[in-house]
């Protein structure tokens, strides 16, 4: 048998795929899938962190394979009337030197090379999960976002910095958001860990899609309220093992305190937001 760490490195390669700089997560679908999408993309691209560079290969299905895999998330509540939520996520992918396609989106690779690597990214945008019984979001409509963008990374090998935007392409907000991260990869024994810290920005249209109220959707129980373009440290954490030759388990956490302008938002409850989840994943 392959050495555990070197497995874990080729297997990784397997789950490779996009983040919707996310979180949370997801419109027809609620914030709950939403988030449970954007950690399945965050299951495969940690995962990534720990594959070896590859090379650009000449054909777009090029060393393609499959994924597939389940995991239990929970995530905090952040609208009022909202609980703190755990559920059961499936996982199913295919990926190849230069493609991702899975329930996150589709990603190109477009750039993967020594030390540097570019992905254009398309997939479904943040979209906010109100509580259906609580009349205080009665009358709000909100529909399913489409997001385009990109995402890079440089590996300075003790430590990697990465960061990306989106923008909405569907018309539904018509905002965007950007990331920046730094982190570092390491392997303890037989346990891979990927530890970073960075920073989230979101202008006044996507804020305002997931916590305003305009002024005509403002009546006796809500007031109008603009929240503006915010900035959000966080924090967020990624083990994987490997269990067989073709299965890796993978523990995941995120933390963001949320700003203040959000906090004040007659539709929040005024906690942070927090995500912890744990995966199974086999690719064939």
């Known amino acids: 048998m392959d ?3 070197d497995r874990i490195l080729d297997l990784s390669q397997a789950a490779c795929a996009s983040t919707s700089p996310p979180s949370q997560t997801n419109s027809i679908m609620n914030r709950d899938t939403y988030m449970k999408l954007r950690y399945i ?13 590859w090379a650009v290969a000449d054909g777009l299905f090029s060393n393609g394979n499959f994924s597939i895999g389940a995991g239990v998330l929970s995530s905090s509540g952040i609208y009022k009337g909202e ?3 755990a559920g059961f996520f499936p996982f199913l992918s295919y990926d190849s030197d230069r493609l991702h396609v899975g329930f996150d989106g589709i990603g190109l690779h477009v750039l993967n090379q020594d030390n540097v ?10 979209s906010p999960d109100f509580p259906n019984k609580n009349p ?16 890079a990374a440089y590996d300075f090998d003790a430590f990697y910095v990465a960061g990306g935007a989106m923008v909405d392409v569907s018309s539904e907000h018509k905002g965007y958001q950007a990331e920046a991260k730094i982190g570092s990869e ?6 891979g860990i990927d530890i970073g810290a960075g920073a989230r920005f979101r202008d006044q249209k996507l804020n305002n899609f997931l916590y305003g109220v305009s002024a005509a959707e403002a009546n006796g129980l809500r007031s109008a309220y603009d929240v503006g373009g915010t900035s959000e440290p966080f924090v967020d954490m990624t083990v994987s093992y490997l269990v067989s030759d073709d299965v890796i388990l993978m523990g995941f956490m995120e933390y963001h305190p ?3 302008k959000v906090h004040g938002s007659p539709l929040t409850n005024g906690k942070d937001s927090y ?5 199974l994943i086999y690719s064939f």
């Open 3 to 5: 050495d555990p760490a």
């Open 41 to 53: 993309g965050l299951f495969a691209t940690t995962a990534a962190l720990f594959c070896p560079t």
């Open 83 to 85: 609980k703190s939520e």
């Open 117 to 126: 690597e570019l992905t254009l990214l398309l997939g479904p945008g943040d």
């Open 136 to 151: 205080l979001f009665a009358g709000l409509k909100r529909g399913t976002p489409v997001d385009a963008g990109f995402e």
């Open 186 to 191: 390491f392997m303890l024994g037989e346990v």
């Open 258 to 260: 949320l700003d203040k």
């Open 275 to 279: 995500s912890v989840g744990l995966g």
